[in-house]
């Protein structure tokens, strides 16, 4: 399916998109992409995969227990 793809191809596909939606809107369009691409990301990978997850990157660390002393 990609095999004539060439640089001009993607050269006139980035003029197309330059048309259509004009430079002004690009920086917010590319900004939208990156946060759906994000959101994908998290809600694809694994529960217990999330970022900074202490039990995923120290098998050895244990979870912190809350503080009994304060009263709400």
Same mark, same amino acid.
Do not use: C, I, N, Y
């Given at each position: 399916m990609w095999q004539g793809f060439t640089g001009w191809h993607a050269l006139i596909i980035l003029v197309v998109i330059l048309l259509l939606f004009g430079a002004p809107k690009? +920086? %917010?369009?590319?900004?939208?992409?990156?946060? #759906?691409?994000k959101i994908l990301k998290s809600e694809v990978r694994p529960e217990?995969?999330?970022?900074?997850?202490?039990?995923?990157?120290? +098998? %050895?660390?244990?979870?912190?227990?809350?503080? #009994?002393?304060?009263t709400s």
């Open positions: 690009l +920086p %917010a369009l590319a900004r939208s992409l990156g946060q #759906s691409m217990g995969k999330a970022d900074g997850d202490a039990a995923t990157t120290d +098998p %050895a660390a244990k979870p912190e227990e809350p503080d #009994s002393s304060k």
